[in-house]
Nanobody, 128 residues
C-alpha cells in the first residue's frame, strides 16, 4: 500500500524560506512521477511542480526561480525548497504521485488526472 507523508511547512514572513519533504512508501521501484500541489482557501487545487523518475521537471510560472524540487530515488523522498515566499503562496501543500505518464500530461496543473496517490497536506502560511 502506497503512502505519502509530508513534513515541513509552517509560518514565515514574506521573503522567507521553507522546505517541504515527502516520504513515499510502498513503491517497489522509482518509476513514478511525483509532484507538489497546493490549495488555498476557496480556490481549486493547482499544480506547483512535478518531477519524473529521471529528474525532468516542470514548474508553474508563478514559482519559477523561487521553488526547487528534488527527489532521492534511493530513499523514495521528495523535497521542495521554497525561497522568496510571497503571501499568495499561502496554501495547503500536497505531495502527490502517479504513474510516469502523469509527468507527460499537459494539463497536470489543473486536472492532475494521473496522480492517484496523495499525502495528507501541510500548511504553509506567508505573512506580509
Amino acid at each position: 500500500q502506497v503512502q505519502l507523508v509530508e513534513s515541513g511547512g509552517g509560518s514565515v514572513q514574506a521573503g522567507g524560506s521553507l522546505r517541504l519533504s515527502c516520504a513515499a512508501s510502498g513503491y517497489s521501484d522509482s518509476s513514478y512521477c511525483m509532484g507538489w500541489f497546493r490549495q488555498a482557501p476557496g480556490k481549486q487545487r493547482e499544480g506547483v511542480v512535478i518531477i519524473g523518475m529521471n529528474g525532468g521537471t516542470a514548474y508553474a510560472n508563478s514559482v519559477k526561480g523561487r521553488f526547487t524540487i528534488s527527489r532521492d530515488n534511493a530513499k523514495n523522498t521528495l523535497d521542495l525548497q521554497m525561497n522568496s515566499l510571497k503571501p499568495e503562496d499561502t496554501a495547503t501543500y500536497y505531495c502527490a504521485a502517479g504513474p510516469e505518464r502523469a509527468c507527460f500530461d499537459s494539463n497536470w496543473r489543473r486536472t492532475y488526472t494521473y496522480f492517484d496517490k496523495w499525502g495528507q497536506g501541510t500548511q504553509v502560511t506567508v505573512s506580509s
